[in-house]
């Protein structure tokens, strides 16, 4: 595998129900980041990680939770999702957030999610 | 709460016509991105631009960053049916690498 991998690509759940989806990047990088794409709003920064540590953390929803147990592996743990939570949630990676020279973020092919 | 612009939303046209995508903020950004995403994957960057005027070509695609750091374009030279797909702008502010998407602009481009 390589670049950056998300698993599932599709998953349909109810609202009472709690899953996981999973990231996994390939490329040696220092930092991963969680995106929600919803049809009517621009792609939106949910979570980041550097270093397996949180560094931000935009206003998101307490039925979000991200873990990162190391540079490679990032998951969204959801529980008791609302139906506008449907989107495609995107994973990317990047070498180091803090780099002062831009950083170019890698994304993942993303989990087209469906809360019914 | 910095903001992109994009427009238009959405752009259908013949192969071998030109097109312009804007992307507009009233915000300064130390850099401005391009993304083109095709259905059922991620987006995939372009180009990054980071000084105030600069222009930079990729074969038929023409990007370039404001004088004042706010706004940026992309120029489609000659469009294939290829280059369909959903153009994304995004800003990097300088607190760090946290960006900020514009809405995008979705091209069809028919044969």
């Known amino acids: 595998e390589t670049g950056v991998t998300q698993t599932p690509r599709h998953l349909v759940m109810g609202m009472t129900n709690k899953k996981s989806l999973k990231c996994e990047q390939h490329?040696?990088?220092?930092?991963m980041y969680w995106y929600k794409q919803s049809a009517k709003k621009p792609l939106e920064l949910m979570f980041v990680?550097?270093?397996?540590?949180?560094?931000e953390n935009n206003s998101v929803p307490s039925r979000f939770s991200p873990e990162c147990p190391n540079s490679s592996h990032l998951f969204l743990h959801l529980h008791t999702l609302q139906p506008e939570d449907s989107a495609l949630y995107l994973c990317?990676?990047?070498?180091?957030?803090?780099?002062?020279?831009?950083?170019?973020?890698?994304f993942g092919p993303g989990t087209r999610l469906t809360v019914l | 709460t910095q903001l992109l612009e994009q427009s238009p939303q959405f752009l259908s046209i013949q192969e071998g016509e030109n097109l312009t995508v804007y992307c507009n903020s009233s915000s300064v950004f130390s850099s401005l991105q391009w993304y083109r995403q095709e259905p059922g994957e991620g987006p995939v960057l372009l180009v990054t631009v980071v000084t105030g005027g600069e222009v930079k070509k990729l074969k038929r695609l023409t990007f370039q960053f404001g004088d004042a750091r706010k706004d940026s374009s992309l120029h489609i030279t000659a469009a294939q049916t290829g280059d369909t797909g959903l153009y994304l702008c995004?800003?990097?502010?300088?607190?760090?690498?946290?960006?900020?998407f514009g809405g995008g602009t979705r091209l069809m481009v028919k044969p």
């Open positions: 490329l040696g990088h220092n930092a």
């Open positions: 990317a990676s990047s070498q180091d957030p803090r780099a002062t020279a831009s950083d170019t973020q890698y």
């Open positions: 990680y550097s270093l397996e540590e949180r560094v």
């Open positions: 995004a800003g990097e502010n300088n607190a760090g690498n946290m960006l900020t």
